[in-house]
């Protein structure tokens, strides 16, 4: 009976273990040198900025994305200063509120990676839903990206990324 008892523990653990690297968890995270830094469950629509003070204009800058189709979307950007270099015609509408130059409606996927550096004093922010922000650190390469990730390994950045707060 001892054995029957052993094999179907055995058996019972190697399906949980199984199931926890087989299936699939969509899943947004920012990551450095390669190690999870933010990880958020995967929301379609859900929105996310990156946001920064820009290198020379010393003013912020802010671009708006989406999470579609597995998929990240630019749909928008906003600045305090119009000048060199900014294009006058990309998205669908350009407007002034609240002193802040909008463009919206761009609509270019990214796809599912996103790259950018972060420079000396630009304090970069990664600012996810209405309340989540992460302030990024200087001059450091960070990647977002949209992604499955096992049941076993989302359990573990998720635990892994709340121990660093």
């Not at 199984?18 to 968890?25: D, E, R, Y």
């Not at 958020?40 to 020379?56: G, I, P, Q």
């Not at 960070?142 to 989302?154: A, D, E, K, P, R």
């Amino acid at each position: 009976m001892k054995w029957k008892h052993m094999i179907l523990f055995a058996a019972v653990m190697g399906t949980v273990i199984a199931l926890l690297m087989i299936v699939k968890v969509p899943a947004l995270t920012i990551t450095s040198q390669g190690t999870v830094q933010k990880f958020h469950l995967y929301e379609e629509e859900a929105e996310f900025k990156v946001r920064w003070k820009h290198s020379v204009e010393k003013e912020e800058w802010e671009e708006m994305f989406v999470l579609q189709d597995g998929m990240i979307e630019l749909t928008g950007t906003r600045f305090k200063t119009f000048g060199a270099g900014v294009p006058s015609d990309t998205g669908d509408r350009t407007y002034i509120k609240d002193g802040w130059v909008y463009m919206t409606g761009i609509d270019q996927t990214i796809g599912k990676n996103l790259s950018l550096r972060t420079g000396e004093s630009t304090d970069h922010r990664f600012i996810y839903g209405k309340d989540a922000n992460f302030n990024l650190d200087k001059n450091k390469a960070y990647q977002i990206n949209v992604g499955q990730h096992s049941l076993l390994n989302t359990v573990r950045y998720y635990i892994l990324v709340k121990l660093k707060r």
